[in-house]
């Protein structure tokens, strides 16, 4: 299980319905407000969005069967998926690393056990703690610490590491209970559930270890979109023309473009992640500017994550765009495809932030809260 998987954005071998949402609140707000790219300009409000604009996940699916299809059951997954196979064992440690990764773990494994406690809370469980993540981040000495002795006690046997991952659990259900208690909440409930769960999240916690021990570069594998599948789309669907992933009259579909310039793309993060990581380590000296960008914005997301994630966002995005934008060529026919298009080079690389801080630090509440300040889910 990848970051995506950790923090919802990919549920099972889908991406989950928060997720949908989003992407659709993007292509919504890209229509709005016009789409401006190279010599084409279209203005904002061409065309009527009903209710792709104000229904539900349900509706957009129910309405749009061919624009789900495509973009959310085709491309969206398939990117999500691509870049979910990146390992977030924290590449980083002991350098740099998100203490918090256990507690993200068992908010998503313990997810059924905490449905029905988020009744009696004012937001999910998981919001109030992310909104409480400086509590976490204040004791990350002591957990990153005590996460270090379980490592190191693995060379001893497993009834060591299970002993140190008692230790570990106590730490973290007492943090979990202080967060909730700050955010004014009754966490009685919610400890005893945990502690119930004890065993369970106990041996996650050595399994969290045996990752970190066993990470490596190399794990990182070698990225590439597939060229999707779209015999199920129905043929009888409206579809506009340079929405075909076909070729049609020699020149391909804006589609057809899209899918063979993100398997170029897809080519660049395994090289970026290797540099990223390798400067934080020490193991490279020398980057480029854009690869300095990410290390000082992943530096500074411990003390301004805010700030942090925008960084990341203009630094990549800008890269992302450039090597897209100009071999789109633009159809007025086609604006709700380049505009779900445009939405997911965005969904894109916000994926990718989310994948990389997984990656560098480990898949904790930090990246739970780079997703959510992305409105990625």
């Known amino acids: 299980m990848g970051t995506l998987s950790t923090v919802g954005i990919l549920d099972g071998d889908a991406v989950s319905s928060g997720v949908i949402s989003k992407y659709r609140d993007s292509t919504v707000g890209i229509l709005r407000d016009g789409i ?3 010599s084409t300009n279209l203005p904002p409000g061409v065309i009527s969005l009903g209710k792709f604009e104000t229904g539900t996940t349900e509706d957009i699916i129910r309405e749009y069967p061919a624009w789900n299809a495509y973009y959310v059951e085709g491309l969206l997954t398939s990117v999500a998926k691509v870049l979910d196979t990146v390992p977030d064992t924290g590449a980083a440690f002991p350098f740099l690393f998100d203490p918090t990764r256990p507690i993200a773990i068992i908010l998503t494994e313990l997810s ?10 004012s937001s999910p469980i998981t919001d109030i703690i992310i909104s409480q993540i400086d509590v ?3 004791k990350g000495e002591e957990i990153a610490s005590k996460l270090k002795e379980i490592v190191d006690s693995l060379s001893e046997g497993i009834d060591e590491a299970l002993a140190k991952a008692e230790e570990f ?7 979990i209970g202080e967060a909730l208690d700050r955010a004014g909440e009754a966490f009685e409930e919610v400890i005893s559930k945990i502690e119930e769960a004890k065993d369970s999240i106990t041996q996650k916690i050595v399994e969290i270890a045996e990752n970190i021990k066993n990470s490596a ?5 070698d990225f590439s979109l597939p060229v999707l599948d779209i015999s199920f789309l129905d043929p009888s669907l409206s579809i506009a023309p340079l929405f075909a992933t076909v070729e049609r009259d020699g020149q391909d579909g804006i589609a057809t473009k899209f899918i063979k310039l993100m398997t170029a793309f897809l080519k660049i993060p395994s090289e970026i992640i290797q540099t990223v990581t390798g400067v934080i380590t020490g ?3 020398e980057a480029t500017e854009s690869i300095l960008q990410l290390v000082d914005a992943i530096n500074k997301i411990f003390t301004d994550i805010v700030q942090a994630v925008k960084d990341m966002l203009q630094a990549l995005l800008g890269l992302v765009w450039e090597r897209i934008s100009a071999t789109i060529d633009i159809n007025p026919n086609a604006i709700l495809e380049i505009a779900s298009t445009i939405s997911v080079v965005i969904f ?6 989310v994948t990389l801080v997984g990656f560098v630090l480990g898949s904790g509440l930090v990246a739970f809260a780079v997703a959510k300040a992305l409105s990625i889910i």
């Open 136 to 138: 976490f981040l204040s």
């Open 217 to 221: 570069l190399s794990l990182i594998p």
């Open 169 to 175: 659990f106590e730490i973290i259900k007492t943090a």
């Open 36 to 38: 401006t790219l190279g």
């Open 283 to 285: 193991a490279i000296s």
């Open 112 to 121: 059924a056990i905490f449905a029905p406690i988020n009744s009696i809370l």
């Open 348 to 353: 894109f690389v916000k994926a990718f932030i």
